[in-house]
């Protein structure tokens, strides 16, 4: 019997959120069709695996209903701990279906799954299992914040979370600082949306006046907010942080 094949399949950047607009404004039409076909998935939640495909079914029929579908949840220490690494999960098991011929879909809660997000043990695993990976088109968070915001394209790095401990956050901007200053490498990192305002008054109070600051959130959403400045320029202005997912960047 011939493998099935792994598809990652992005969602809205609206997911988690409050769904807004045609699922087709933000997804091209063989994305979302190759998602209709599918009917095994692996996700970091049921429930919001569930919403997207209840969307899905509204712009193209779904090949099982909904209560057929067959979705398996990555483990909760994935999603802390990350999937990479020595001890990373092995996510083998996960990917049955498809030794079974079955095509199977890795999703996340928003955007590309695998980036920024769990599922890079999902990844790694099929490729142990000789199985074909096929990464679909969509939004990714970080590339559009990052295309928006003027700052190096050609040379960037995303380092992920920051330290939560506020001099260890600010001894880690104040070297991501430096390695932008002195190779023009931009430097992209997220943040917990109830922490925004901490980070937020870590950049301003840590960072030297001259080095601009980008931040991005709503990306692809009729409210979406992109916006680039100095730290000298930006306390000048209101906060722009809320509680939402956000894209912050860094860069001379």
Request: a neutral charge; hydrophobic letters at 45%.
């Amino acid at each position: 019997m011939p493998h099935g094949r792994l598809y990652l399949v992005p969602t809205p950047l609206d997911f988690g959120c409050d769904p807004q607009g045609d699922l087709r404004d933000v997804l091209p039409v063989g994305t979302v069709a190759a998602a209709a076909r599918l009917t095994h998935w692996i996700c970091e939640n049921a429930k919001s695996a569930r919403a997207f495909l209840k969307r899905v079914g509204e712009v193209q029929p779904l090949a099982a209903p909904l209560q057929q579908q067959a979705i398996t949840e990555l483990p909760r220490e994935v999603h802390k701990k990350g999937d990479h690494g020595p001890a990373a999960f092995d996510a083998r098991g996960l990917l049955q279906a498809a030794l079974q011929g079955h095509d199977v879909g890795l999703i996340s809660e928003a955007g590309m799954p695998a980036v920024a997000d769990p599922g890079a043990s999902v990844v790694r695993a099929a490729h142990e299992l000789g199985l074909e990976v096929v990464p679909l088109v969509g939004p990714v968070s970080l590339l559009l914040a990052l295309a928006a915001s003027g700052l190096n394209g050609q040379s960037f790095a995303f380092v992920g979370y920051l330290p939560q401990d506020a001099a260890a956050r600010t001894q880690r901007l104040r070297e991501l600082e430096a390695l932008a200053v002195k190779t023009g490498q931009t430097q992209m990192f997220i943040e917990t949306p109830y922490r925004n305002a901490a980070l937020w008054q870590a950049l301003l109070q840590g960072l030297k006046p001259a080095t601009r600051v980008a931040i991005a959130s709503g990306l692809t959403l009729p409210d979406a907010q992109c916006r680039t400045a100095s730290v000298a320029d930006w306390k000048q202005r209101p906060a722009p942080v809320g509680g939402r997912p956000a894209v912050f960047a860094i860069g001379p």
